[in-house]
């Protein structure tokens, strides 16, 4: 077991391809850290470079306090998990399992006392005499998985190790990662692009674009504070509504009425090269119909009305999706967050607004409703860098904060 | 998608699949007819031998003449087809793993060597073999059939080692394994089968050439079996020898047979594998 830090870790590819860039991690003894970003950010190579599998074009990375640059994977003493599962086709699953045993030159019986208690965890017993071709994808998994534990090495790395899982058995698999490696305690970095995987899975979570880190932390705490546009857009399913603002007269104009700012949100505006159009991000559970708003709650927000164009009733709760005038956000991160999600997913900058409403609210499709949005959860965000204004100190406050 | 099979279809087809087989196969047939034959009996023009002999195969193995030959082919061939397979394998490597600049020019030369009509070539290889010292011997014939064998070695090769997972190489060095220990117990028994695929092909290839063998040779030193064939004359001079080509003709035809026929699928793999995803 060993913390594994990076320091200043870059990538160029000979082609001159930059895929990393200056990326700074410090990973904790034990600790569960994803990697987490859309496809071509950067994370399979920066896991790879923590594998050894390719070469750190700049920076440091250390493995329990060692310099690692130069060392062969064989003696960093890290086992890896790859997204195909890289099974040794022409070996058993006992024999795939205690490849790397054998590699260590451990005596006969130790390894098969290891494969088997392997095995016992992973519930992979009966199969141990079968042929990964002979196989499901989740018992393939499974083996990988054995194989990157039997060894006890210092760290896990695991890239995509769910992603050619349908999605109940990725649902089921994600808590058996996740037991695991709480149960042994192993410094694990976790490569996903999926962002619920993300939220779910790590201690802590690293998002990356082209090649940089955007922000590092708890999953809860990038949720509610996100650095900027890019991380506010990418955590969260449905994910954040993203609307145009205008800066008039020390308030907002946007197509959902006229929001009044803080104190120092208008300071930070009043600068001589302060953003005269930004963008407001708000997340579909900060509506509520505003026939269920108490008065004190009221005071705290906005409201406005739109005509329901779907209603899906989750049973707890409604997502409600309302059409909304006016001018469409843009950046180049909403556009980016738009192609990785396939637009589908991502209606974030759309004239469509996503809400979460609760499931006493009567509203039916194609009525139009009055609803009410929580002011003090409101992000507002420079379009041209994308970083999040009303941050204070790491802390969202809001649009009213003084 | 069903295919409707009735009796009459069927009937049809095996009917034509017999012409097909008895049109390919009646000439070889009847050369082995012919090597069981006695002289006396060789030009009766029946199907079934009258009298059955073995006095043909006693013949040519008792002529230095084809046990030379024999020699000549066996050992030009299995060199040949090592050397072809070892840069072929090197170059297959290469070309499926790598992106190295002149990659589309190495696998357009190689095509175009194997497309090359070959015939245009022998008058000058014979200038340059008679120059060189190495016309009629072993090298003489072995440097050609490399040259026009590896192409096919790098095409069927290439198309094996596409279809490896390089995964597993990285894995392998993950689980602590050394480059060579990784190509060893890993990538080496998955690329095996190409490999043996591989070297039945070039072996064929190299084992049935006539043309270089008869330009590029002129004493029994390095005359191989098809090109001996030409030159036989029987136990003694007034002999016809009819019965012993044809003998000679089996013995050289049977281990391709049972080549192919014991490695059928492999072989067929290894000529269309890259056709279709596996
Ligand atoms: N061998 C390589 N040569 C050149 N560019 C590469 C190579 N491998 C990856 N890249 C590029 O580096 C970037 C990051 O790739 P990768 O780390 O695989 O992304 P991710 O795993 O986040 O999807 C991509 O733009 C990719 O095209
Ligand atoms: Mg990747």
Redesign the interface.
Known sequence: MADIVLDKVSKSFPDGTVAVQDVDLEIADGEFVILVGPSGCGKSTTLNMI???EDISSGELRIGGQRVNDK???DRD???V?Q?Y?L???MTVRENMA??LR??KLDKETINAKVDEAAKVLELTPLLDRKPANLSGGQRQRVAMG?AIV?QPKAFLMDEPLSNLDAKLRVQMRTVVSRLQKQLGTTTVYVTHDQTEAMTLGDRVVIMRGGAVQQVGPPQELYDHPRNLFVAGFIGSPSMNFLHAAVQDGGLHTALGDVPLGDRVRRELEAADAPRELILGIRPEHFEDAELVDDDTRRRGLEFEAPADIVESMGSDKYVYFTVEGEKASAAELEELAADAGAADFAGAGGNLVTRLSAESPVTEGQTRRVWFNLEKIHLFDPSTGRNLTLHEGRAAGALAD | MAVETTTRAKLRWGLLDVLVVVFALVPVLWIASLSFKTPATLTDGKFIPREWTLDNYKTIFDTDQFVRALINSIGIALIATLIAVVLGAMAAYAISRLDFPGKRLLVGVSLLIAMFPQVSLVSPLFEIERQLKIFDTWPGLILPYITFALPLAIYTLSAFFKQIPWDLEKAAKMDGATQAQAFRRVIAPLAAPGLFTTAILVFIFCWNDFLFAISLTSTERSRTVPAALSFFTGASQFEDPAGAICAAAVVITVPIILFVLFFQRRIVSGLTSGAVKG
Do not use: K
């Open positions: 594998a050894g599998l062969a994977p064989r890290i086992a890896m790859f195909s890289a040794y086709p022409n490849f790397p590699l260590a194989r060894r």
